[in-house]
């Protein structure tokens, strides 16, 4: 019983990490796991934020001689940051659970009222329940869907996971502290705060609810503001000590340096995230629809939790109400803010939510507690963790990356199809461009090819870690680059810019890249430009060239009438019983591709090698569409 006093934090922490462990990721998955893990290994600069924190937590962690795969590496990183998260938690839990009675009612009421009130908190928790409700609280927001995805691969939400989890438990313990000790509780908040802020911004959503806390406990007075005048130079410093990572990085000339933020303004414009503003707040329609998809899916992050987290929000505005106050604001900011951000894979911004949910699951389970109060210890324990097992059970299909390998198949299968020092160019960032990132420059896995981002191009930074890799590739376009990054200026500044002259020379650059290339390198273009930019003119090839079906690209040539021999496709994709939407792309788009390679290779009457790609496209995808002029060959 001792032990389980002691230790019930790390006893959340084991469980949730021994589940996540089976469900952890082997390799590269899909969105930003290969930039980023390329950039924990390497030292480098990622997207906006930049999250130097992360940067730096993980690049320390590759040193360790754990695991002879890196990637697999990093996810155990994020699974450990998430299991960490989920045992600070339930520290934080028991913590309010000790306190209980600070979170209570703080109007004024009438008699018939504080009858009520004592009714309602007559029933006291002796200290087994309040564990036995810690760890299960813990083990309900461990194994929402969305959270527990973040333990499966690297993702600086994995860090931020912990991160939140400190937060509020120095918050909530600055909040309960004794006039002993609330100076250096809220300094440690204060602390904990400037850690969270060095990773995602995301943080802010936590000032709200905070300052809540803060205010009720330390009153609207000179001494706050004295108090809050200290936290935030310690906050900002440790703003600043992290954040100087950056710059004293990009200096060194990193191989990924997303931003090369060098200067004050790269920094600011870096750390702010400018080029995804664009999509914070931008329709009405829009944050309809991010709502509607969160309101959808809430059922499927907890299940029959959620039942037990809306009895609590009930309870707690009846008798908690400083806790309810506290918490839906915590709720309702991060609700309000992630609607209003316009992207597709919007569910790690609810997370804070599911923080909030599982925190009004504990009155919840007090509610529970009290009404069926015959139930001995052990009872209780077997009907509380039927809501956390059910989760397990339920999202176990829908998580479980444990045999993902698909977007590793993918990414070697088209730089490996590639002749030496040949450009691939596309913008298929999701499921080639971050994964190649990994593979090239941590396992130095066909280094020679040339990996160019068309959406990237329209940042001036990116010429730079161009040239830094692959230095020869931009000769001959110069005057182009200089002209377009004169006429992108103003637009990174926020000033007047000419959009019809930056989108004229950015179409310039895209087509003259291929021409003073063309003669030294092989130079490939991934579908998605064909079917999408080239179809709409928004993209042109020079004059006199064509496009030839290759293997999982299309190859830039002089003349389309000469037979262009490609690749057998000898890859094979390990393809997981468990899709989603990255997964079917790639099949689709991969299947395709060989389907138009067996039309090229029957055009040129080769009618074997025909066979060969279409044998491989069916296997891939056995729901291809298959053309009619293919058809006999199916057969034969």
Known sequence: MNYLKKYYPIIVSLISAVIYYLTLAPSVVQIDCGELAAVQITLGIAHPTGYPLFTIVGYLFSLIPLFSSKIFQMNFLAMLFVSI???????????????????SKIQNYNTKKKNQKTQLQIFELNEIQKIIISIIAGLILAFSKTFWLQSTSVEVYSFQILLFSLIISSLLNAYVSNDNDDKKSWIIFSIALGFGFSNHMTTLLLIPASAYLFFIKNKFDKNSFKKILIMFSIFLLVLIINYSYLPIRASQNPILNWGNPVDLERIIRHISGFQYQVWLFSSTDSAKKQFTHFITNLPYEFYLSLVISLIGIIFSFR?????????IILFLFTIIYSINYDINDIDSYFLLSYF?????????????VKKFAQLK?????????????????????????????????????ILNSLPNNSIVFGYQWDYFVSPSYYFQFVENFRRDVAVIDKELLRRSWY?????????????????????FLDALKPFERKENYNPNLLESLYRQIMTNLITTNINKRDYHIT???IENELRRGEFNLPEGYDLVPYLLTYKV???????????????????????????DSIIKISSAMLINRALYERIHNKDERAKVYLRKALEINSNAVIPNQLKDLIFN
């Open 377 to 413: 210890n052990y009872q209780l324990t077997l009907v509380l963790s039927l809501f956390p097992i059910i989760q397990i059970l339920a999202s176990l299909n829908s998580v479980n990356q444990n045999k993902n390998f698909i977007y590793e198949d993918y990414t070697k299968a």
């Open 527 to 529: 579908p998605e430009i």
């Open 319 to 327: 008798v908690y109400q400083r806790f309810f106050v506290f918490n």
């Open 85 to 103: 998260g989920v045992g600070i938690f339930s520290y934080s839990v028991k913590l309010i659970l000790n306190n209980i009675d600070k979170f």
């Open 356 to 368: 909030s949910l599982s925190l009004f699951s504990i009155y919840g389970m007090i509610w529970l």
């Open 463 to 483: 010429y730079k870690q161009i040239d830094t890799n692959y230095p020869d590739i931009l000769d001959g376009i110069n005057t182009e680059i200089k002209l």
């Open 557 to 583: 040539v002089k003349n389309s009438t000469v037979y262009v021999e490609a690749p057998l496709p000898n890859f094979s994709f390990r393809i997981d019983k468990i899709k989603d939407k990255y997964q």
